[in-house]
């Protein structure tokens, strides 16, 4: 089992920044691949963010491509989103997810473990 807690998550003006952060425990956390998704409400969850066990390869959905940037800290068992630049349409329920594969990494059914998700509000 892989324990997520995400934090950073808050209200915030258009053309701001936040920074999440997403805390795993249980396993060992360079074995596994890396998600952000979000869930806006009446929407279906979508995929944001990924990154790689090694943080080799980093993959965006292009609503935010330019604006939010994903990295992760192995020593210390974290994964952080970036986002900058935020638009109100940012505003959703964001989650952090961890993987085996670096495959097909938008679907969010390949995703084992997931975190309870922290609010994000951005206001016009």
């Known amino acids: 089992q892989v324990q997520l807690v995400e934090s950073g998550g808050g209200l915030v003006q258009a053309g701001g920044s936040l920074r999440l952060s997403c805390a795993a425990s249980g396993r060992i956390f360079s074995n596994y691949a890396m998600g952000w998704f979000r869930q806006a409400p009446g929407k279906e969850r979508e995929f944001v963010a990924s990154?790689?066990?090694?943080?080799?390869?980093?993959n965006y959905a292009d609503s935010v491509k330019g604006r939010f940037t994903i990295s992760r800290d192995n020593a210390n068992s974290t994964v952080y989103l970036q986002m900058n630049s935020l638009k109100p349409e940012d505003t959703a329920v964001y989650y952090c997810?961890?993987?085996?594969?670096?495959?097909?990494?938008?679907?969010?059914?390949?995703?084992?473990?997931w975190g309870q998700g922290t609010q994000v509000t951005v206001s016009s």
């Open positions: 990154i790689s066990r090694a943080s080799v390869v980093t």
């Open positions: 997810a961890a993987r085996v594969a670096y495959l097909n990494v938008i679907d969010s059914r390949g995703y084992n473990y």
